[in-house]
């Protein structure tokens, strides 16, 4: 991916555009049939919203739009009744067009959608585990050390 454009606002707002290569694993036979190319490309554009606690994600394919456009949007929020957690709404409208078996094309893309969505929550899911159980190692490891620190020094008692 590549960063096109990052900027902070004076709203507190961080806004950034980029742009996604995404390889599709799909039937050869498919591809061929709608003129699918790997790798493919999105526009991404992001902005994280220091003040309303919010991350607004959406994305756009940049090829292949002449037989399918995907419009993807996420937003991360806190929980209105647990605001220690965070939501999730994620939403894509699928449209393919001028394309034989446009029924089997559309649900093999939802499908597609679904399981990588599946993926990116897992995805996340895991970082935020991973990230967590680092901090508690290391807020573990300082506490002890805090501990030996306190302890007499070739038996000369520290200060409070």
């Avoid at 096109?4 to 694993?25: A, F, Q, Y």
């Avoid at 456009?69 to 999730?88: A, F, G, R, V």
């Amino acid at each position: 991916m590549d960063v096109i454009d990052r900027r902070l606002g004076s709203d507190c707002v961080l806004r950034t555009s980029r742009v996604i290569k995404t390889e599709w694993h799909i039937p050869g036979w498919v591809a061929r049939l709608i003129g699918l190319e790997n790798p493919s490309y999105s526009y991404e554009y992001s902005e994280v919203n220091l003040k309303k606690q919010m991350m607004v994600l959406k994305s756009r394919n940049l090829n292949c739009t002449n037989f399918v456009d995907i419009n993807e949007t996420l937003i991360y929020k806190p929980n209105p009744q647990d605001s220690s957690k965070t939501m999730l709404e994620q939403s894509a409208l699928i449209t393919m067009k001028g394309v034989p078996l446009t029924d089997y094309c559309e649900n093999l893309m939802v499908s597609t959608w679904d399981n990588n969505a599946i993926k990116g929550r897992d995805a996340m899911e895991w970082v935020i585990k991973s990230i967590k159980a680092e901090y508690e190692d290391l807020a573990l490891k300082l506490a002890n050390e805090f501990v030996e620190l306190k302890q007499p020094l070739h038996g000369i008692p520290l200060p409070n």
